[in-house]
Structures are given as structure tokens and as C-alpha cells.
């Protein structure tokens, strides 16, 4: 037997509708095609949870940046008010933390079921959850029940669907020789970044480099010895980079890295932050300087030995441009950095130039 509120949650009108929280903008690339027979908007949890408590929707759609704080308490209280499949709607830089929600449970149930990477398109996100059920979506401990007495509910893709559809996502962001986000991903990261430096008063600094005479190596020992050069410089200019970072190979023996940092939290952090970081993010010529120790100390003893006595040395060169002091957009910052670069390799490549500073490369700066 069924309750008033029960019956008002199943038979609301709402039934089909996804119920998004937080700013259409940042979510769709399309916010005015936000129908409101598809959707309905709350501006935060507390009223998502009140028109979840009144109605039943095809799913929660979260954006991730309408909850700065406490993001897992407030999917448990939206768990707990409401049984529909909850997708987190994620900027490229949320993404470790939609992944680590994914993968976190509440009450044997996932505090998220999936999660996407923002701009998405409204009738995308609308029919993608059509797709998959809709409704139907219910916790697991009613499921149990329902098998009990009626054949089982489809409630979403099997594993080896969703392991494909995660497969494609991968081939359509990663490099497939280095493992590292692809020239697409990369673009777009450091558009998203940006943006949110802007609002926020940060800095982004992105590196672009390549690797010294690349085409000798290939000459000399044969692209499948290429390709494992450019293995090796992933690998390592990952381990000097932050975990946040983000590296990727965006063609060839080029590669850029997006440095980014949390925004400061307080007017004390701010000051600290613009005079620490007046001239050039330190932390970031730190980082480089020991990618190019790195390089020059590897042996590269996996690859079978290059050079005259079986003994290879990597070098690089590359440029560094910073947000908001040497362009504005990701475009104008990649165009500067390019030129960097171009500058370190008339200069006699082996080393990295700062924008504006062709007489100076990083190894003269503290």
C-alpha cells in the first residue's frame, strides 16, 4: 500500500523530464535549447531535492560546479530523496573527481551512475537517458524485489556496452602511441581552463615542446625506435609534471602540458599568488627544468642503445606562454608559446623560451 506522497512521486507529472542542477550555460553548448518539457532547472541541491520529493524524473543531472563544497553529502541527500540515475555533468579539469563519485557507493547504490564532460547538447543528454531507460532506473535493493516476481527490468547497458562506449571515449581523447589526451583534448582543456582562470583570477601556463632532431632517430634507427622515443618522453615528462596536470602529444614529436592551479580561497592567497607568480609561474619553470634533467639523464637503455657508443641523449625545445599575461584566449596562448619555441630553436634548440624573453631560456631564471 502506497502513501499520498508515494503516489504524488509516482504519478507526477514530471515523470519524464531530467532534473538539472545548477547553470544551464555551463553545462550545454546550446542553453537556449533547454526545452522545459524535457527539463527542469533548480539553481541548487536544496531545491532539487524539494522537486524531486514531489515528483518522479527520468534522471538528475548534476553540474558539477553548482556544488562547490561537499558534492558527496549532497549526492547522498539527493539519493535519499529520489531514485533516479543521477550523471554528473563535468568540465575537462572535474573530471578526476566525477570519476572518483562513479566509483564511490551510498547505501549499496553508486552516488552517481555516469558522468559527462561539458558542453554537452540537451537533446543528446535527453535522449541518451531515453536510451537507457529512463525511469526504470531504481535502486538496486528494488530490483532485488522486482526479480523476485517478474522477469528483470532492463535498466541500463550491460558491461560490455558501457565498456565500449568507454573504449570509444578514450580513442576520441587519448594519443593511442603515448597514452596521453590527443590534440582535440587538449584544446579544449586549455579553452575550459582559461575560462575558469578568468573567473576566478588565476593563472593557466602552457608548455609546447618537441623533441631535438627527431627525424635523425628515425632516419638512423627506424620509426619503430621514433615511436618508442616518443613513449619515453611521455613517460617521463608525466612523472615531473603535478598529478592535475594535464599532458598531451598534439602531432608528431610535439607536445604541450596545461599547467593549472587551484584558485585562492582567501584575499591573503590572492596577493601571495600575484606576487609570488608577477613574472612567470616558478612552480612551472621548476617542473620544466627537471624534465630537461630528466631527458638528459636517461640512458635510454629500453630503446637498445643509441648514439656512437650505444648511448643516447633527448633533448628538447619548447616555449611557455602564460594566461592572462601573454594571451587571452587558448588559441593566442598556443600561438605564442609556438613562437617561444620557434625562438629556442634558432637560439640552438635544448632549451625553453619564455614569451617576451628570447635573450633568456629558463636555465637563467630562479
Avoid at 560546479?65 to 540515475?85: E, F, M, N, V, Y
Wanted: charged share 30%; proline share 5%; glycine share 8%.
Amino acid at each position: 500500500m502506497t502513501s499520498g506522497a508515494d503516489e504524488q512521486v509516482a504519478h507526477g507529472p514530471d515523470r519524464g523530464k531530467i532534473l538539472l542542477i545548477g547553470d544551464v550555460g555551463s553545462a550545454f553548448l546550446d542553453a537556449k535549447a533547454v526545452a522545459r518539457e524535457r527539463y527542469e532547472v533548480c539553481a541548487n541541491v536544496a531545491e532539487a531535492i524539494d522537486a524531486a520529493s514531489k515528483n518522479s524524473f527520468a534522471a538528475v543531472a548534476v553540474v558539477i560546479s553548482a556544488i562547490p563544497t561537499r558534492l558527496s553529502a549532497s549526492l547522498k541527500g539527493l539519493r535519499d530523496r529520489c531514485d533516479a540515475k543521477i550523471i554528473l555533468l563535468a568540465q575537462m579539469y572535474e573530471e578526476p573527481a566525477a570519476i572518483q563519485l562513479v566509483n564511490s557507493a551510498y547505501n549499496g547504490v553508486k552516488l552517481a551512475n555516469d558522468y559527462l564532460i561539458c558542453p554537452v547538447q540537451p537533446d543528446e543528454l535527453y535522449e541518451s537517458v531515453a536510451a537507457t531507460g529512463g525511469p526504470s532506473f531504481r535502486r538496486r535493493t528494488e530490483l532485488v524485489q522486482d526479480r523476485q516476481t517478474e522477469p528483470p527490468i532492463a535498466v541500463a547497458p550491460g558491461p560490455a556496452i558501457e565498456m565500449r562506449i568507454r573504449n570509444l571515449e578514450r580513442l576520441a581523447t587519448e594519443d593511442d602511441l603515448t597514452g596521453l589526451k590527443n590534440r582535440r583534448y587538449i584544446r579544449e582543456f586549455a579553452r575550459q581552463i582559461i575560462e575558469r582562470a578568468r573567473r576566478e583570477n588565476g593563472q593557466v601556463t602552457l608548455l609546447v615542446f618537441d623533441i631535438d632532431d627527431f627525424k635523425r632517430y628515425n632516419d638512423l634507427y627506424g620509426h619503430s625506435t621514433g615511436d618508442d622515443i616518443l613513449r619515453q618522453a611521455a613517460v617521463l615528462v608525466r612523472r615531473c609534471c603535478r598529478s592535475h596536470d594535464v599532458v598531451g602529444r598534439i602531432g608528431g614529436d610535439e607536445f604541450a602540458v596545461v599547467f593549472w592551479d587551484d584558485p585562492p580561497r582567501t584575499p591573503a592567497q590572492k596577493t601571495e599568488r600575484r606576487s609570488a607568480y608577477a613574472d612567470h609561474p616558478r612552480e612551472v619553470i621548476s617542473i620544466a627544468k627537471r624534465f630537461i634533467k630528466e631527458l638528459e639523464s636517461a640512458e635510454l637503455s629500453s630503446l637498445g642503445g643509441l648514439g656512437p657508443e650505444g648511448k643516447g641523449v633527448l633533448t628538447i625545445s619548447g616555449g611557455l606562454a602564460t594566461f592572462p599575461r601573454d594571451g587571452q584566449t587558448s588559441q593566442e596562448l598556443f600561438q605564442q608559446a609556438d613562437k617561444a619555441l620557434l625562438d629556442a630553436k634558432r637560439s640552438g634548440k635544448n632549451r625553453i623560451y619564455l614569451v617576451g624573453k628570447p635573450q633568456n631560456d629558463i636555465a637563467d631564471l630562479e
